[in-house]
Nanobody
Framework: QVQLVESGGGSVQAGGSLRLSCTSS????????MAWFRQAPGKEREGVAA???????FYGDSVKGRFTISEDNAKNTLYLQMNRLKPEDTAMYYCAADERRVMIGIKAVGVIDAGFYGYWGQGTQVTVSS
């Protein structure tokens, strides 16, 4: 059973930056496919960024050029560097993982679908004020 724990959320003014972290444990696979999602009140969960074990990444249109997903395999930690934050980035941010390689599926459908991931963290809140 894979456990995911997010950290790094907080409040920031528009134009600022935050870095989210997600530490994984309990996986029997050497590498996981991982992603960040977010959900604002009253809205559907949105795929923000994804990365596969070979380092291939994919970004949602709303964050391209502003957010960067990366991982430190030695620390079993996933990161999301968020720059030039906007009030519309305000949401609960979730880390997700799966032991399958899912990037082919993501590229086929053109979106980071929550159905590709079987493990989820509890979330960390990001609030961006104008």
């Amino acid at each position: 059973q894979v456990q995911l724990v997010e950290s790094g959320g907080g409040s920031v003014q528009a134009g600022g930056s935050l870095r989210l972290s997600c530490t994984s444990s309990g996986s029997t696979s050497s590498r996981l496919s991982m992603a960040w999602f977010r959900q604002a009140p009253g809205k559907e969960r949105e795929g923000v960024a994804a990365i596969d074990p070979d380092g291939t990444s994919f970004y949602g249109d709303s964050v391209k050029g502003r957010f960067t997903i990366s991982e430190d395999n030695a620390k079993n930690t996933l990161y999301l560097q968020m720059n030039r934050l906007k009030p519309e980035d305000t949401a609960m941010y979730y880390c997700a993982a799966d032991e399958r390689r899912v990037m082919i599926g993501i590229k086929a459908v053109g979106v980071i679908d929550a159905g590709f991931y079987g493990y989820w963290g509890q979330g960390t809140q990001v609030t961006v004020s104008s």
